[in-house]
C-alpha cells in the first residue's frame, strides 16, 4: 500500500481551509489571500514537480540557485471542465550547467505523480528560460 495523505476540509457558506495532520491550513474562497480549486491544483503540481527535481538534481550532483515556475491550465470549454493544456514556464537561476538541469527537468516531468495524473486529461508542455 502506498502513502496516506490526509486533510480535513472544513467550509461555511462561501468559502473554507484545509487543515493537515500537522496543523498547517490553506484558505479556500474565491476572495484576496485565498484558493480557489485549480489554483490548488497548479500548486500542487508545481511541488510536486519541484520536489521531485529536487530529488533527482540531488543525485545528478546538479548546482542551481532556484528555479520559479509559472503555471497556466486552460480549461475545456465542456459542461465539466476539464484542463485542456497546461503549461509549464521555468526560470532557472544559478544553473551553471543547463543541459544538465534540462535533463533533470526532463525527468522530474517523467517521475511526478501530479504530472503524470493531469497528463491523462491535459496536454502538457514546458519550457526552461535561464538566468
Known amino acids: 500500500m502506498g502513502a496516506k495523505t ?3 476540509s472544513q467550509f461555511t457558506q462561501h468559502e473554507g481551509r484545509l487543515v493537515t495532520d500537522s496543523g498547517a491550513m490553506v484558505a479556500l474562497g474565491r476572495e484576496a489571500e485565498s484558493f480557489a480549486p485549480y489554483e ?7 511541488y510536486c514537480l519541484f520536489s521531485t527535481f529536487e530529488s533527482i538534481a540531488e543525485k545528478m550532483q546538479l548546482a542551481y540557485a532556484g528555479m520559479d515556475m509559472n503555471i497556466t491550465g486552460i480549461k475545456r470549454d465542456d ?3 476539464t484542463l485542456e493544456t497546461c503549461s509549464i514556464k521555468v526560470s532557472a537561476k544559478g544553473a551553471p550547467d ?3 538541469f534540462t ?3 526532463e525527468i522530474s ?3 511526478c505523480s501530479v504530472f503524470q495524473t493531469i497528463s491523462k486529461v491535459a496536454k502538457m ?3 526552461i528560460a535561464f538566468e
Open 6 to 8: 490526509h486533510i480535513v
Open 40 to 46: 490548488l491544483l497548479l500548486g500542487g503540481l508545481s
Open 79 to 81: 459542461k465539466i471542465a
Open 98 to 100: 543547463q543541459d544538465k
Open 103 to 105: 535533463k533533470a527537468f
Open 109 to 111: 516531468t517523467r517521475y
Open 125 to 127: 508542455d514546458w519550457e
